[in-house]
């Protein structure tokens, strides 16, 4: 996938970078039990969508489709955990046939 078909929407609440093969979404600061919930915009024709998420108890993720090859991932840390985390979100489809997979690093802090 290529670095301009991924772009934040939430760019009140993280900024999105990519190092190497892996997209990283950095929060600004959050506040305990606050709404943490971000959106990407995914440009692309894409069959067989799965998202694997590395830790469920406390980050969520959805995948919908909206107009034309537009897709809007939505990614929701749960705020109710004080302190720095680091999660994985990762995007597995395939594109012309090919299976691909984009990897998301979600990273942060909550505070009181």
Known sequence: MKEEDIKLISLDKARLEKIEEIYWIYYNTLK???????????????????LKIGCQACTQASISK????????EITYDTKNIGNFTK?????????????????????????
């Open 32 to 50: 305990y039990k606050s709404n943490s919930t971000i959106q990407l915009s995914i440009d692309g024709c894409f069959e067989n969508i799965k």
């Open 66 to 73: 909206s107009e034309g090859n537009k897709h809007t991932l």
């Open 88 to 112: 994985t979100v990762t995007f597995f489809h395939t594109k012309n046939g090919k299976e691909e997979a984009t990897t998301f690093k979600i990273t942060g802090t909550v505070s009181r």
